[in-house]
């Protein structure tokens, strides 16, 4: 099947080095080597339940959450902060760490040995460079994926924490910009930051950002749902993610502002102009198309079958992967295959 293609031809100036540059990267990132942010604070989304209309329709479409403010040593908390996991494959859940053990989160994950094959291994620069122009394919690829599962017709998806997490999904994303907590408790949270506490990875009511944070806190793996024991069967007690990370905890706070179009199939990126001194993130503005569904049918444009075609693509195999053909030990080209919908009518996405 044809598909838009992205080719890495230009390479930097050679530089030597000792160790492999991808592998590295993929050490920092990935490993959870973070045990210095201890005392860094983060902001975890936690969704209670859909608040009921009362009022014939009228009220805006929203969901109930809660915003907890921590630093990751205390969300390392055993007792208090246990993440749980689901496992749709083998419909089964398995205790998984604590949330603070996932702090500060890293969105999409790269594959290094791609990185490998694109890159000269004494070309640091390049390698870097290639890094972060697939991250950001990447990152758009798995946001269009996320807005199509939205669209998919919850009744058609088995019904347990799955049918729930998808529903979750679209609330949070169609109340983007309404309140993430009671104003009172939002004051009494943000006054235990003093000056000196470290906050880089905070989005704080005056920051620009502030008016999207359930959709930041979204991307970037950082909104869970508490289930009690036996909830969903057998599950344990405890915090489960809600979607994985796409952008990290850095990027939402520093470089982000995220909202939503509800009239266009394509997202929109634009700088944030800060002329003077003193200038602070978030530096872009993204804005994230989300149109109606059209009509699902066998004789319409949209099917159910073509909403989980993309929506449950695969990276690296079937018809509409990410990265190219893997055999005899190394990818077959240097161009990535499909980033955008390969059908009409599904959102598109630019995460940066």
């Not at 055993?78 to 419909?91: G, L, M, R």
């Not at 004051?187 to 905070?202: A, G, H, I, M, W």
């Not at 978030?282 to 989980?308: A, F, H, M």
């Not at 695969?314 to 080209?333: I, N, V």
Request: one cysteine or more.
């Amino acid at each position: 099947m044809n598909s838009p293609h992205y080719s890495f031809n230009q390479r930097i100036p050679a530089y030597p080095r000792a160790v492999n540059y991808a592998q590295h990267l993929d050490k920092i990132l990935y490993k959870g080597y973070h045990n210095e942010l201890n005392d860094e604070y983060f902001e975890i989304l936690v969704v209670k339940d859909t608040i009921k209309d009362q009022s014939c329709g009228l009220q805006p479409y929203t969901i109930e959450t809660e915003l907890k403010l921590e630093t990751k040593y205390h969300f390392k908390n055993h007792n208090k902060y246990p993440v749980i996991e689901y496992d749709i494959q083998t419909d089964s859940w398995k205790n998984n760490k604590t949330i603070g053990d996932f702090l500060p989160t890293t969105g999409v994950r790269v594959d290094h040995k791609f990185i490998e094959h694109l890159a000269d291994k004494h070309q640091i620069e390049a390698e870097l460079a290639d890094f972060s122009t697939v991250r950001y394919l990447l990152q758009g690829r798995k946001i269009s994926q996320l807005l199509t599962k939205t669209w998919l017709d919850l009744k058609e998806v088995k019904q347990g924490w799955e049918r729930d997490r998808l529903s979750y999904i679209k609330q949070l994303v169609l109340s983007h910009n309404l309140a993430v907590d009671e104003p009172k408790r939002i004051e009494t949270l943000f006054d235990k930051l003093k000056s000196e506490d470290k906050r880089t990875y905070v989005i704080t009511p005056e920051m620009r950002n502030y008016n999207g944070i359930r959709l930041s806190l979204l991307l970037a793996g950082q909104a869970y749902k508490y289930v009690e024991e036996n909830e969903y069967g057998d599950n344990p007690e405890g915090y489960v993610l809600i979607n994985e990370s796409l952008l990290s905890s850095y990027e939402i706070a520093l470089e982000y502002i995220f909202k939503v179009s509800w009239d266009t199939f394509s997202s929109s990126i634009a700088e944030i102009q800060q002329p003077g001194l003193n200038q602070r993130g978030p530096y872009l503005d993204v804005t994230l198309g989300y149109p109606p569904r059209p009509s699902l049918g066998s004789q319409t444009t949209l099917t159910q079958n073509k909403l989980q075609a993309w929506a449950d693509a695969e990276e690296s195999s079937g018809d509409f992967r990410f990265y190219p053909p893997y055999s005899d030990g190394k990818y077959q080209s240097e161009t990535i295959e499909y980033v955008m919908p390969p059908y009409p009518y599904l959102p598109g996405s630019t995460a940066c």
